[in-house]
């Protein structure tokens, strides 16, 4: 399902005739949240964030799990498992799941750290203690409250900020900003664009540390990528960011195509994918995550063959202070 385009601009009509069922949207998350959560017996750091779609969650959650690894604090990392089958809990084997059984994050996350899928955030949390857990990184998971949070870091992309402020379905909220922002302890900015400077404000009335971070894409794939122009295709919250992060990099981007979050990819499709870039003599680049929802699925392996990936890592600029805030939260 695409997001709706007006969510990103100025209040309209559209947002008007919903905002009534925002309201009660906003309402019954507002006082979920308010619940107190289960202690895990370990620290829990939870990256989260205020919209629907994608912010940057994921390589947030790696960079905090890499944090902890490099203390010794030995972090399982802990998904819903979004667009995936099992309930779990069940750890994450990157050689026998596939996206369509555990969601495409969580086979990403599991090269970094022991990942752990659940639906009950309780039960999952309890296998990751059981599997030597010494912290839980959760992607994802801000608004659950059957988890106490030790440390919860809200990632805002900084380009689109909250839209037009409103809740779902009339805007992007997942619930009240003031309710949501009082959960935070934390607050990370990433991108250079100014929508999120509002969000940011607001942080900083409430005395929660904001940090500002990047993608940065991996050098090597960026020199594979120039080398030949491309055609892009991203099933992401955001696929506009992934083709203008290549532009940023130097790559010669002649075709984009944009397909829905977690976009489950069609034979069809990527038949047509692999026809255009043979026709037009163009390169096939893609995200890591459409790659993991790509790979294992026998009507996809063509084009899963021929597919490059851009890899990127979250750079925080203030990397210091970033470090010790988690691992001060964590102790």
Not at 111 to 127: E, F, M, Q, W, Y
Not at 308 to 320: D, G, H, Q, S
Request: aromatic share 4%; glycine share 10%.
């Amino acid at each position: 399902m695409r997001e709706p385009a007006f969510w990103w601009r100025a209040p309209g009509w559209a947002a008007a005739l919903l905002s009534q069922a925002g309201s009660v949207y906003g309402g019954i998350a507002a006082r979920r949240m308010e619940r107190s959560g289960a202690e895990a017996g370990v620290p829990v750091v939870c990256i989260g964030n205020l919209t629907v779609g994608g912010a940057g969650k994921t390589p947030t959650a790696l960079a905090v799990a890499q944090i902890l690894a490099a203390a010794g604090r030995r972090p399982v990392l802990l998904s819903r498992g979004y667009g995936g089958t099992l309930k779990g809990p069940v750890r994450v084997d990157p050689a026998t799941h596939r996206a369509s059984e555990v969601g495409d994050e969580p086979l990403l996350l599991a090269r970094v750290a022991p990942t752990i899928v659940a639906r009950d955030r309780v039960a999952g949390a309890a296998l990751a203690r059981a599997e030597g857990g010494k912290a839980i990184v959760m992607d994802d998971g801000f608004q659950n409250p059957t988890l106490y949070k030790n440390l919860a870091i809200l990632v805002i992309d900084a380009d689109r900020g909250v839209g037009n402020g409103a809740i779902c379905p009339a805007g992007p909220l997942r619930a009240p900003l003031p309710v949501q922002l009082r959960h935070a302890h934390a607050v990370l900015l990433i991108g250079s664009g100014t929508q999120g400077e509002a969000v940011a404000e607001a942080a900083r009335a409430q005395l929660l540390p904001v940090f500002r971070g990047r993608l940065v894409p991996d050098a090597r794939a960026v020199e594979t990528l120039k080398r030949r122009p491309v055609l892009a295709f991203a099933g992401i919250g955001h696929p506009e960011k992934f083709f203008a992060t290549l532009r940023e990099a130097g790559v010669d981007v002649r075709a984009e195509q944009a397909f829905p979050d977690h976009h489950r990819f069609r034979r069809g499709e990527a038949l047509d994918l692999i026809a255009r870039a043979e026709r037009d003599g163009l390169v096939l680049a893609t995200t890591e995550k459409d790659v993991a929802r790509l790979t294992g699925a026998d009507d996809l392996k063509a084009l899963a063959g021929v597919v490059r990936t851009l890899p990127v890592k979250l750079a925080v600029t203030e990397e210091a202070a970033f470090r010790d805030m988690v691992l001060a939260r964590t102790r």
